[in-house]
């Protein structure tokens, strides 16, 4: 049987079943009994495990890691799903741990995104539509519903469920066992069952480097608005409008056009502040 290969051979075990349709790049490297489908493509320097399955319109970028299990490119679990010919897109760079699901979105013309650099791991679920950034940490059995959109570098604990439609800004750290069913804003640390924000994210800003720039001037600011924007008395819409009276650099007018639009039509709100 041949192959579609591209730049070079491929080391496909002879247990895995590859569609002869699908697009294997150079250096891939493909586990037993893996099972891939005719539209799917795999970059170079990929690894393919064990009992993998690559199903329906999956694109997958360059030295991508899938675990054993995993199933990337299912239908999606949607009613409304009606045969469309959706698509799964993967960045570079990923490691997609064991049993991890990734669905296809829903209606024609749709995707399920994830950038680069990422680590979804064991038994987490990302479901249609998702768009994730790069360089996002989700923890074990994580359940992420449709529509969920994942900023850079945010970090998610395990065992929590994520609602569908809710977008996590950059930054964010969400603790293990809270339940998100609202929006999480930049830079916050979240946790509880109902989830509540409990400040900024000081570890996470300090590590990216941001206190490092124009003498700490940026960090400052944006401890400045969140302090605003939360105080006891505050109503959020007025307090995003007061905060719009300075010039505000890129962290804090990162945070205050998160919030904007997460008030805004069609979104589910932010979650609101709790005692630390």
């Known amino acids: 049987m041949s192959y579609a290969v591209s730049g070079g051979e491929t080391r496909i075990h002879p247990t895995a079943v590859v569609d002869p349709k699908a697009q294997i790049d150079q250096g891939v490297e493909i586990g037993p009994y893996a099972v891939i489908g005719a539209e799917v493509s795999i970059g170079a320097g990929s690894r393919i495990g064990p009992h993998v399955v690559l199903d329906g319109r999956v694109r997958m970028g360059r030295g991508n890691r899938i675990f054993p299990g ?10 409304k799903y009606n045969g469309a010919p959706t698509e799964v897109v993967i960045g570079d760079d990923n490691a997609i741990r064991e049993c991890v699901t990734i669905n296809r979105a829903t209606h024609e013309g749709e995707q399920t995104r994830i950038g680069n650099g990422n680590l979804l791991m064991a038994y987490s679920h990302l479901g249609h539509n998702c768009d994730l950034g790069d360089r996002i940490v989700i923890a074990n059995g994580v359940a992420v519903a449709g ?14 469920g994520i609602h569908q439609f809710v977008h996590i800004g950059t930054m964010a750290m969400v603790g293990g066992m809270s339940r998100i069913d609202r929006d999480v804003p930049p830079f ?10 409990r400040g900024l994210n000081r570890i996470g800003l300090k590590r990216s480097g941001l206190a490092e720039i124009d003498g700490g001037a940026q960090i400052k600011q944006l401890q400045q608005i969140w302090s605003q924007i939360y105080r006891s008395d505050a109503v959020l819409a007025d307090a995003l409008a007061e905060a719009r009276q300075q010039t505000l650099l890129p962290p804090a007018e990162t945070l205050v056009s998160f919030l904007e639009a997460s008030i805004g039509p069609g979104r589910r709100g932010p979650l609101p502040a709790g005692r630390s």
Do not use: C, T
């Open 70 to 79: 995993a199933s990337i490119g299912a239908e999606p679990q949607d009613l």
């Open 147 to 160: 529509h969920v959109v994942i900023a850079d570098r945010a970090v998610i604990g395990g065992v929590l």
């Open 188 to 197: 916050a640390i979240v946790e509880g069952h109902p989830g509540r924000l």
